[in-house]
């Protein structure tokens, strides 16, 4: 009897452990030859997954020692990547952000690269100097890059066409953006018992007043797909803070960026905007990767946005006619080339198994050759600062190259880079979202974001203070041998 | 205990081990260890440093976490009610004699078995300001429907309509209390002269008081944990955080904003909200509740 009962208490554990394995999916994987097996996290799929793949393809063919093993789509990966480095059990390369770099680099999560990059020959000047810029914190190097991006505007060549203006002549400040805007934008309005379409500008100021009518098409709107909204305040000359200790969200520059946002619901309507905005589900990714997507439906006629728009614009609008210029800043003369630029950037999490062969895999990577296939693959431009005239050849953007234009240029700005960017950018969200509703002016709504993102700045500096001496030492006598 | 009772409870004990395991490391762990890190600045990244009472502290003066509190107490005391109310009297429908009336139950019960993602990615075009079907509906009776979601004085009632789609659970459970109510008690009562609504007042109502009482509480802990619908349709809390609701907020600062003690303390701070409301519905409806047998 005792017998059966052991058997039957270890039969349960041994289903359990049956059935955990099977839906875990525990498979073997496939066989590495001996080799030292690098595990390696990235967040792409599809079209980008696919070029990344071939990079890592080519790594494994190209040496016998080290075999990279990708686990690609990983949603969320930052999140992923905090829990299994607090756990212990990080992968050995992560594909993520430089704004991971600031929050993860700080708390000491990250390796720090310096020594390994010093002996690769890896220098700044291989690089555009802002995406090199953007790998180092606190004077350290955590990544390289892997793919940049910078933004621009893209305009609809059909629609200036038909608004009587040359298709050909993008705006060259914000002031010729916003008259250009008026002009492309069309609305629906009762003149008597008869439904007429007509341009902006053709309203009457009684019209105008009343804001009595339905917005059909829109020049310009910089909600439009409102993913960087408190960085519009670099087009005004501005910061978002000191890069040290204090934070600017009152700054001259911010006012005026947030009264030139504020100037689009009163023109045209709180409720106009808000209705035009659901014909096209605002905001949601499933419908900017979409026909339904506002640009390539001709509903509005120029936007902001990264070198992957031309991807989109060959599968849901293959017909469109358009074009990429410098989105035009406040004061082109003393602001021009303004853009904002971010990267994909490769990193060694703390506690990775094999880093000096992680290092191996990313320094392959930032070669020329597979940098280019990579980029090419992205429909990307590269970081490096060289390029040869075969990838420019090759890449199915027309306007790639003014996209590496405005990322060197020396107004070519990125997020701030501290570990509350996160707090701070949905503070200045909600205070605009404010500002749009017509419910607070700029000054009242600024207050209180400064107030509450300096306290909680103060606050990260002074733990920061209290470690900074120990980190600096523990980062600088770190050897991965 | 005898030799033999001994063993008993060993192999017993081994049986429901993976049980005993689990609720010990995913539960009673993880909730003992969110009380020491609610004191601590913790962002799971590197070590915890105790800072005393500093998160509860910030708490008073963190306005967005006041804003959280008043939309999740304003969507739980609207929705709770709503929702009481409604799967009641369809319960009560249902109960008829009436024909087809099996088919009837598994409609009404059908959306509370759609996963939440499902149903909210419906419910974001159900209420689609310009192309939606509910403002459809409005406009062929000439009222001008509001944007639901992009407007931040209807994104909480939007989310209270969706909460009345899914009652289907306390519907049942209602239903199934309404069956044990004896006949012999509406039989008696018409006898007497009772209408309809006598009888619902007096009967139904008593005899199935033991499970309003249920629903309530089972409402109150499920309402003010509001989440999945919030996040997957407003994502950040909506307009001028409009939705943004306490488990929201506290994911946010959880995950979003890496400040794991500051999260632990709002989760406890709302484990005290919610036992500090369910004491209070079972004080006040204590008098109003019959259990049979007494």
Redesign the interface.
């Given at each position: 009897m005792?017998f059966w009962?052991r058997v039957?208490?270890c039969g349960?554990?041994a289903a359990?452990v049956c059935i955990a394995l099977t839906f875990t999916g525990c498979s073997a994987p496939p066989p590495t030859n001996g080799r030292i097996e690098i595990s390696y996290w990235e967040k792409w799929t599809g079209f980008e997954d696919d070029a990344m793949q071939a990079v890592v393809d080519d790594f494994n063919n190209s040496q016998n020692r080290i075999f990279v093993r990708k686990l690609a789509g990983i949603g969320e990966v930052e999140?992923k990547l905090?829990?299994a480095?607090?756990g212990g059990d990080p992968p050995d390369v992560a594909g993520v952000w430089p704004t991971t770099v600031t929050?993860?680099s700080e708390?000491?999560?990250l390796t720090p690269l310096d020594k390994m990059i010093q002996e690769a020959g890896i220098k700044r000047e291989d690089y555009i100097p802002v995406f090199w810029d953007m790998c180092s914190y606190h004077g350290f190097m955590w990544a390289l890059p892997s793919t940049p991006w910078s933004l621009a505007l893209h305009w609809n060549k059909k629609l200036f066409r038909e608004a009587g203006l040359d298709p050909d002549r993008p705006p060259r400040s914000l002031d010729e953006l916003e008259a250009m805007s008026e002009r492309l934008t069309i609305v629906e309005i009762r003149r008597g018992d008869k439904l007429v379409r007509v341009r902006y500008p053709e309203l009457t100021d009684a019209e105008k007043q009343a804001k009595n009518f339905k917005l059909l098409q829109v020049g310009h709107d910089p909600q439009q797909p409102g993913w960087w909204m408190p960085l519009w305040v670099y087009w005004f000359g501005g910061s978002l803070w000191d890069g040290e200790r204090h934070i600017t969200a009152n700054s001259p520059e911010m006012i005026e960026m947030l009264r030139w946002l504020r100037s689009q619901p009163e023109k045209y309507g709180v409720?106009n905007r808000?209705?035009f905005?659901?014909?096209f589900?605002?905001g949601?990714s499933a419908s900017f990767q979409s026909t339904q997507n506002p640009f390539f439906s001709d509903r509005i006629a120029m936007t902001l946005q990264g070198v992957w728009m031309q991807n989109f614009i060959s599968k849901y609008a293959p017909q469109m006619e358009w074009g990429a210029a410098p989105f035009p800043a406040k004061d082109p003369a003393r602001f021009p080339l303004v853009t904002v630029v971010d990267e994909d950037v490769l990193v060694i999490p703390k506690g990775a198994r094999h880093p000096r062969e992680a290092f191996e895999f990313i320094r392959y990577v930032n070669q020329p050759g597979p940098m280019e296939k990579l980029c090419l693959g992205q429909r990307k431009f590269s970081p490096l600062a060289k390029v040869s005239e075969e990838f420019y050849r090759k890449h199915p953007n027309p306007y790639i190259k003014e996209f590496v234009e405005v990322a060197k240029s020396p107004h070519a700005r990125y997020e701030p880079r501290f570990?509350?960017w996160?707090?701070y950018n949905?503070e200045l969200?909600?205070a605009i979202?404010?500002i749009m509703?017509l419910?607070v002016t700029p000054e009242e709504a600024v207050g209180?974001v400064q107030a509450?993102v300096q306290w909680k700045l103060d606050r990260m500096l002074t733990?920061w203070d209290m470690?900074k001496d120990w980190r600096m030492k523990e980062w600088s006598e770190y050897d991965p041998r | 205990m005898t030799r033999g009772e001994k063993?008993n409870l060993g192999?017993g004990l081994?049986?429901i081990s993976?049980w005993i395991i689990g609720f010990l490391a995913f539960t009673v762990f993880p909730v003992c260890a969110s009380i020491y890190y609610s004191f601590c600045?913790y962002?799971?990244?590197?070590k915890p440093?105790w800072v005393g009472a500093l998160n509860y502290r910030d708490m008073v003066t963190d306005?967005v976490f006041w804003k959280s509190l008043y939309n999740t107490l304003y969507y739980a005391f609207l929705s709770l009610p709503f929702c009481l109310i409604v799967a009641l009297l369809i319960a009560v429908m249902l109960n008829q004699d009436i024909k087809g009336r099996s088919v009837f139950r598994t409609i009404y019960f059908l959306p509370s078995l759609v996963p939440v993602v499902a149903s909210s990615m419906v419910w974001?075009?159900l209420l689609?300001?310009?192309?939606g079907l509910l403002n459809y509906t409005l406009e062929l009776i000439h009222i001008k429907g509001p944007?639901w979601?992009?407007?931040?004085k209807w994104t909480k009632p939007s989310l209270i309509l969706m909460a009345m789609w899914g009652c289907g659970n306390t519907m049942v459970i209602y239903l199934a209390a309404l069956q044990d109510v004896p006949r012999s008690l509406y039989e008696s009562a018409e006898i007497d002269g009772a209408n309809a609504w006598v009888k619902f007042r007096h009967i139904t109502v008593p005899m199935i008081s033991p499970v309003i009482y249920f629903n309530l509480i089972m409402g109150i802990i499920g309402s003010l944990q509001v989440f999945a619908q919030a996040y997957i349709m407003l994502g950040?809390?909506g307009?001028?955080?409009s939705a943004l609701f306490y488990a929201v907020y506290l994911y946010?600062n959880a995950?979003?904003?890496?400040q794991m003690g500051y999260a632990c303390a709002m989760a406890w701070i709302l484990f005290l909200i919610i036992l500090g409301l369910t004491w209070l519905a079972t004080r006040s409806t204590r008098r109003h509740i019959y259990y049979e047998g007494e």
């Open positions: 005792r009962n039957g208490v349960w554990w359990i999140r905090m829990l480095t607090a929050a993860f708390k000491g999560a409720d808000r209705a905005g659901a014909s589900a605002i949601s570990a509350i996160g707090v949905d969200n909600a979202d404010r509703a419910e209180p509450r733990r470690v | 063993r192999i081994a049986f993976p600045d962002d799971v990244l590197s440093v306005t974001l075009w689609n300001g310009n192309v944007q979601l992009a407007d931040e950040g809390g307009p001028n955080r946010q995950f979003d904003y890496q």
